[in-house]
């Protein structure tokens, strides 16, 4: 297993390239299910959950090629086959094979999916959904899920909450759907955008995305495409908490400023200059301008604060001089990696889950302390360049789920982090 080692930096600078976001590669991939044709996707993101998938997709028959980013699948041969438990307890995102795979073949038989421990995350807004348009869903032995349906047919479909992978799941059905399906309360993160973009290049009829009104008009058939996936906000997120934190000027390239405003105007009240434009977003902090504490920020659907971005947040605000206040919203667990900031010195309390204090130290202590989800690790990693001596972070697999390269972007920007074995 191999850990990453970090030593206290003094200063980012530079620029780099963001890589393609993990939340629209992944229904990017699972939606070629339904051409049954040749997909080529650019700027792909090479991380374990993508090849998780890209798994999955083999074992139903796709053929699929992937080198440089760029992911060519052809889904001529894709058989429907039960996908188990432990096949789908790898990535939470396996989910939209239920919505792919009926789209595709009117019956879908998977296990309930997996991903972060960042607390219980059921999936009845899914199966709510779908049902509206005429699947019935119903359990299997084993924890599996089964879903079947004579035919899809449009409706009008109220989400009770805009979950992200419920919307995708009912785009991907409404695609094949007879009539119009209009989604209410959809979710308007810009991977929804990219989904439907993605869609349409393969035949598909849909408008409205990134508001919170989706309109399907129902296809026969769809045909391959070719796709260039967005950049990923999360990582650029997390690269912009880094250099708020270390402090430095940074250019992130390959991704839309745009999409980052919540998250921008954060970094902006904590004293950090943030210009952006269409292709890129440069941050910077100079050292003789102290981070300031935040008293409230909270995470919601977009676009609000991003929930994925609060790990990293938190962790650069936990040499700040002051009280900061964080609110999650939209998972019940997601700040478990407060005790691991705790070994390292921090002051930190986070109360039912959800409310996070944190009282600014003078100074962090590198040690030995586990990554325990994604994000969760990737905030670790930033305490880490901040912490005094080295900070050895274990369990980096959680952190290689959606981070290609964050070793070697962190040191392309002077970072004091390598992989050991
Ligand atoms: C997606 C993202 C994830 C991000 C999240 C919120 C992917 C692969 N993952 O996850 O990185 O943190 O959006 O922006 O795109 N919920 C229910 N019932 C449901 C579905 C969701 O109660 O049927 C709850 C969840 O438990 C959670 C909240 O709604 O508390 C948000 O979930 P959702 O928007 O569905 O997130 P995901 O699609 O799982």
Redesign the pocket.
């Known amino acids: 297993m191999s850990y990453y080692k970090v030593e206290k930096t003094d200063r980012l600078e530079g620029e780099i390239k963001i890589q393609g976001a993990?939340?629209s590669a992944?229904?990017i991939i699972i939606g070629s299910i339904l051409a049954g044709d040749i997909v080529s996707l650019y700027n792909c993101p090479d991380i374990s959950d993508v090849r998780d998938l890209l798994d999955l997709l083999e074992k139903l028959g796709a053929t699929i090629c992937f080198f440089d980013n760029m992911l060519y699948i052809d889904g001529t041969n894709i058989k429907n086959m039960p996908l188990t438990r432990e096949e789908m307890s790898k990535t939470?995102?396996s989910i939209l094979f239920l919505g792919a795979l009926t789209a595709r073949f009117g019956q879908a038989n998977l296990s309930y999916p997996g991903?972060c421990n960042i607390?219980?995350?059921?999936?009845?807004?899914?199966f709510d959904g779908m049902s509206a348009l005429n699947i019935y869903i119903y359990d299997e032995e084993d924890d599996m899920i089964g879903a079947y349906t004579e035919e899809i047919i449009a409706s009008d479909v109220n989400l009770k909450?805009?979950?992200?992978?419920?919307t995708e799941n009912v785009m991907l059905l409404a695609t094949k759907a007879k009539g119009i399906t209009r989604i209410f309360n959809a979710?308007k993160?810009p991977?929804i955008v990219d989904l439907q973009d993605f869609l349409n290049k393969m035949g598909a009829k849909i408008k409205g995305a990134g508001t919170d009104c989706i309109t399907i008009e129902g296809v026969e058939e769809l045909h391959g495409c070719s796709y260039k996936i967005m950049g990923d906000r999360m990582v650029a997120a997390t690269y912009m908490a880094a250099t708020a934190a270390i402090g430095g000027r940074v250019k992130l390239n390959n991704i839309k400023g745009e999409y980052l405003r919540e998250e921008i105007n954060v970094l902006r009240k904590m004293g950090c200059y943030v210009k952006y434009k269409k292709k890129y977003i440069i941050v910077s902090r100079e050292k003789k301008s102290k981070l300031r504490p935040m008293i409230f920020i909270e995470s919601g659907?977009y676009p609000a604060f991003?929930?994925?971005a609060g790990t990293c947040f938190v962790a650069a605000l936990l040499m700040t001089k002051g009280l900061s206040v964080f609110r999650e919203t939209?998972?019940?667990n997601r700040y478990t990696v407060a005790e691991e900031f705790e070994k390292m010195g921090a002051i930190i309390a986070v109360a039912k889950g959800k409310l996070v204090v944190i009282d600014g130290v003078d100074k962090l202590v590198g040690c030995q302390v586990d990554a325990k989800d994604l994000r969760g690790g990737a905030g670790l990693v930033i305490a880490g360049l901040m912490a005094e001596g080295t900070t050895i972070i274990n369990k980096v697999q959680y952190i290689k789920r959606g981070y290609e390269n964050i070793v070697s972007d962190l040191r392309r920007l002077g970072a004091k982090i390598t992989e050991e074995n």
């Open positions: 993990k939340n992944l229904p939470r995102g991903g607390g219980k995350r059921p999936i009845d807004i899914h909450f805009p979950s992200v992978g419920a979710a993160e991977e659907p991003a929930t994925d939209v998972f019940e």
